[in-house]
């Protein structure tokens, strides 16, 4: 198989990841005295999740575009880490009555076709970032709610091309591409919804 994958490109793959990072730490610290402590350790465990199915698939990268080896394992865990890590994000914020707002979600992209992953991974996401926006809004930071709005469609754009998805580089960049403008509008609203917490 040619290896459409350059190295360039897999060290761009780490930074959806590291902007994950940030987003997780900020709402968690923010959240801690928020939600109550089921809910945190659901929102703790589904991040963790999430974030090590990204550097699962950031590191496979790496070692195939070195030509170390491919190590399909660390790609195929990808999906089946973060789909339940993000319907465990959604779970923890579902019906939960916050003394202020905040949450979160992430849109890494989507490159498998598991029926059940997807439905937990759009349940996921698509749940967190509604009410993301929901609560974004009662906060009146628009702003960010609008963050989170651009965030749910780039999460579309991922599945879309995760079904269009013919292992080209062009597909490999626009699908970088698509996930940076997610997880950097993510951040973005995140840091909205910080900075309205630190202000109460």
Known sequence: MENNISLVMAIVDFIPVILFFI????????????????????????????????????????????????????????????????????????GTKWRSSGIFAVVPPVFASNLPFIIAQTLGLGGTQLILMIKSLKMHRKGAAVMFVIAFVSMLAMGYLGAKFDDSSTMHWLAQATNIVSQLSFLIGVLGIHKQLESM
Do not use: E
């Open 23 to 94: 987003s997780a730490v900020i709402l968690q610290r923010d959240l801690y005295d928020i939600l109550s402590k089921g809910r945190f350790a659901l929102l703790a465990s589904g991040s963790i999740m999430v974030l090590i199915g990204g550097i699962y698939k950031a590191t496979w990268k790496i070692l195939y575009a070195l030509g170390i080896c491919d190590f399909t394992l660390m790609n195929d865990a990808f999906f089946p880490m973060q789909a339940p890590g993000f319907l465990l994000v959604f779970l923890s914020l579902l």
